[in-house]
């Protein structure tokens, strides 16, 4: 009587929270984008709200970027040893505690690291995609990875206009209380709904390894975020550069030589796994600069000759487009992927990404055109983005896919920095006094676009190096294969 009926053909009828495991993780994962996104819009103002520097308060997103960077493999390692639901709990409980922090104060001390806690959110994508490994069957996993590693387009597509409505009809605290509260049900969903996995990997942490990681990438990212307002050829950068070529060499040495280490290199360095974190890296720088220089010219003043001047609300608004078709491609990823395997998705998102550019170099000026050239890279890094955890997972074993979709996370992540760095220098450098007050020429943008587009070119050409995945990628393949088998037995 208490027990569920079985379907027709044998298989007991999944339950409400299996049913529910997929959307609490990707609701996850756009909360954690939304998160990072949301002090974006308040960012001019926030110098006037905190009393404090311009250059203090862009702290609130460098420490966000490199507590994120930090922790990502670190919390991945640490998933994949003592369980991923718990790991992913701690970081949302992180990220939580950092939004009712910056709900409750105005000083930027606390401000700051506040946003410092938030960065382990970074983690949420990489442990939700193991999870997705370890629990779904083969035939719903494709898409439901595809969906996940979309979430982070979708969440900061959607985190832009409503930090803006936030900022400009409320207070700013609001959006802290706002993202605190949805924070709070996010980790009462994942406690309820979604299982420990089983998978667990023997060992003691490699406390050592974490540490070097942590002190090599913050000289790295801190030295690239900074590199702009310190000066590039200031011996602050300088010195970052070289403590982190040093560290992170010592850092690679150190964890050749460790039996359990945090990071497996001589599994990083073969091509089916390598390659995949080279072409992360591309696509991250790829995929950022499209909402970074998409918010700056269509806010430019109509002086300048080709800016809009929008409200930040309609800036945002101009981005929405790109998260919805990120939501309504990544089941097209997830067939592309499962049709002709994972690495063409990837070369072909590329691809999409290097058109999408094409399309804002050809026409900068009118705002649907501006809008259609945004949506077209979203789709691209929809596909792309979609098929890197597939790639990961397809390579590596299953007791090390969430410290290796970490360390793919991060090189999205550092590539995302690089991206920021690169076009603050190439639009600095190529200004014009509009009304007395210099301001990036549209040359400067398109020369930024160029940039990207040839970004996501070798991309692509990365894509199409990486070994083919020696195992069918289709039901049908799998089917054949077994039939194969059959024939040669009888």
């Known amino acids: 009587m208490g027990q569920s009926a079985p379907m027709a053909d044998g298989v007991a009828p999944r ?32 110098p006037r709200l905190t009393g404090a520097s311009a250059g203090a308060v862009s702290w609130m997103v460098t420490a966000t970027l490199l507590t994120g960077a930090v922790l990502t493999p670190v919390l991945g390692r640490a998933g994949d040893m003592y369980g991923k639901r718990r790991v992913l709990t701690a970081a949302l409980v992180l990220m939580t505690a950092g939004s009712v922090m910056c709900a409750l104060s105005s000083d930027i001390a606390v401000l700051i690291t506040a946003r410092a806690l938030q960065g382990a959110a970074a983690a949420v994508v990489p442990l939700s995609i193991s999870i997705l490994r370890d629990e779904l069957p083969p035939e719903r996993r494709g898409s439901a990875v595809a969906l ?15 930090a803006a409505l936030v900022v400009q009809y409320a207070d ?13 049900l996010g980790v009462a969903a994942v406690w309820w709904a ?45 010195a970052l550069f070289a403590g982190a070529v040093v560290i992170l060499g010592l850092w690679w040495w150190q964890q050749l030589r460790t039996a359990r280490p945090l990071v497996d290199l001589r599994l990083v360095t073969r091509p089916r796994v390598g390659l995949p974190h080279v072409a992360a890296l591309l696509t991250g720088f790829a995929f950022y600069a499209n909402s970074l220089v998409t918010a700056q010219l269509v806010q430019a003043p109509k002086a300048t000759g080709y800016g809009l001047e929008l409200s930040i609300v309609a800036t945002g608004l101009c981005l929405l487009p790109g998260g919805v078709t990120m939501l309504v491609f ?22 999409v990404i290097a058109c999408g550019y094409a399309v804002r170099i050809a026409d900068s000026r009118d705002l649907w055109m501006i809008i259609l050239g945004a949506t077209v890279v979203s789709t691209g890094t929809t596909l792309a983005y979609s098929a890197l955890p597939t790639l990961i997972l397809h390579a590596v074993p299953v007791e090390q896919t969430a410290s290796a979709n970490g360390v793919n996370v991060l090189m999205r992540t550092i590539g995302q920095a690089v991206s920021s760095a690169a076009v603050a220098a190439v639009l600095v450098h190529h200004t014009s006094l509009v009304d007395g007050v210099a301001a990036s020429t549209l040359h400067g943008y398109l020369l930024a676009f160029a940039m990207a587009g040839t970004i996501a070119l070798a991309a692509c050409a990365v894509a199409l190096t990486i070994p083919r995945d020696p195992r069918p990628a289709t039901r049908a393949g799998r089917a054949r294969r077994v039939r194969d088998r059959a024939g040669r037995a009888t």
């Open 15 to 46: 339950s409400l929270k299996d049913r529910l495991t997929i959307p609490v993780l990707a609701w996850c994962g756009i909360l954690m984008a939304v998160m990072q996104t949301v002090v974006v819009p308040m960012l001019p103002d926030l």
């Open 148 to 162: 996940m590693s979309s979430t982070v387009g979708i969440g900061a597509a959607l985190g832009l206009p409503l």
């Open 172 to 184: 700013w605290h609001v959006m802290f209380w706002l993202t605190g509260a949805l924070g709070a």
């Open 194 to 238: 979604v299982r420990e996995s089983p998978v667990r990997t023997p060992g003691r942490f490699d406390v050592l390894g974490a540490l070097g990681l942590a002190a090599g990438l913050v000289c790295l990212l801190l030295g690239v975020s900074q590199g702009g307002q310190w000066g590039w050829d200031s011996r602050r950068v300088l």
């Open 330 to 351: 990544s089941p097209v990823s997830a067939r592309i992927s499962a049709a002709r395997g994972p690495r063409v998705t990837l070369a072909l998102g590329a691809a």
